[in-house]
């Protein structure tokens, strides 16, 4: 999933070795790491009927409404910025396409809309199905793919929209916020 979904987000760089081609082949790898995607929460969901015996104990209480509870904070608003950054990213959600501006929305105040909503609804998930373990997994796994992942999409924006994109990064912040900013998009 990580792998397909990082050259998903590169189609400038993939653009001056393929040309015009690997925008269609960027999209073919989001489609991919979505189908990645999938499978982890189904072995998430698999892992109710088949936890590892050696970390089976590791449970997030014995009342397993405190995970529900627990996931569901993080899940509502995680999933509302999630949506609000589709909703502003429109079809380059899906579709990276040379054609697109710079968004506007939700995307005046962080950068990353989708990767903050996204990737802590794994950690949701893992405490609704109360298991320390999967919440230390999923936790690790956005530790360090999160910012191999901005790393390098960053770099691609930075081709794909040059100054405009590098003064944008100067006022926006890249998962939150910046406290103090100096303009906002056009």
Not at 18 to 31: H, L, Q, T
Not at 146 to 152: A, R, S, T, V
Request: charged share 20%; with cysteine.
């Amino acid at each position: 999933m990580a792998y397909f979904y990082t050259l998903s987000i590169q189609p400038m760089k993939r653009s001056a070795k393929y040309g015009d081609k690997a925008w269609k082949d960027c999209k073919n790898f989001r489609s991919i790491s979505g189908v990645g995607e999938l499978l982890s929460i189904i072995n998430l969901v698999v892992w109710i009927w088949f936890p590892l015996p050696i970390v089976s104990e590791w449970i997030v209480n014995s009342n397993i409404w405190v995970g529900i509870i627990i996931g569901l904070c993080i899940a509502i608003p995680c999933v509302l910025i999630m949506m609000r950054g589709i909703k502003d990213a429109g079809s380059e959600t899906l579709s990276p396409s040379k054609d697109t501006e710079m968004y506007g929305g939700i995307y005046n105040h962080i950068r990353h809309p989708q990767t903050l909503g996204e990737f802590p609804t794994f950690v949701a998930i893992s405490f609704f199905f109360n298991s320390w373990f999967l919440v230390i997994l999923s936790s690790l796994f956005i530790i360090i793919y999160i910012p191999i992942m901005i790393h390098y999409e960053e770099i691609d924006l930075t081709k794909r929209f040059g100054e405009k994109y590098t003064e944008y990064q100067k006022r926006t912040g890249a998962l939150f916020p910046k406290l103090i900013k100096t303009s906002k998009i056009d």
